[in-house]
């Protein structure tokens, strides 16, 4: 059984930081990309960043320059570090990872933590 949980969510205020992580565990062979994606009120969920297994990432426009993502591999665990967070950085952040196990392979996915930044 893979469980993925996410945790550092909070209420912060404009220009503040907050780190996210994402934590993978189980009977785990490999956590391969892994994305952190957001979803305000009425709006669509989008792909914030993401990292391959090498170590390779990828930025949403809205996010390059403030948000940095990064993995511990010692840990199955994936970090993002939000910087200079802005009102419009309001949603629940989710992440989602490909994970290999001994038996097959899934995309599995977080319950989400809420990010709430006040102006």
């Known amino acids: 059984q893979v469980q993925l949980v996410e945790s550092g969510g909070g209420l912060v205020q404009a220009g503040g930081s907050l780190r996210l992580s994402c934590a993978a565990s189980?009977?785990?062979?490999?956590?391969?990309?892994v994305g952190w994606y957001r979803q305000a009120p009425g709006k669509q969920r989008e792909l914030v960043a993401s990292?391959?297994?090498?170590?390779?990432?990828y930025y949403a426009d809205a996010v390059k320059g403030r948000f940095t993502i990064s993995r511990d591999n010692t840990k199955n665990t994936v970090y993002l570090q939000m910087n200079s967070l802005k009102p419009e950085d309001t949603a629940v952040y989710s992440c989602?990872?490909?994970?290999?196990?001994?038996?097959?392979?899934?995309?599995?996915w977080g319950q989400g933590t809420q990010v709430t930044v006040s102006s």
């Open positions: 990292i391959t297994g090498g170590g390779s990432t």
């Open positions: 989602s990872a490909d994970i290999e196990t001994y038996t097959d392979q899934h995309d599995y």
């Open positions: 189980g009977s785990i062979y490999s956590v391969n990309t």
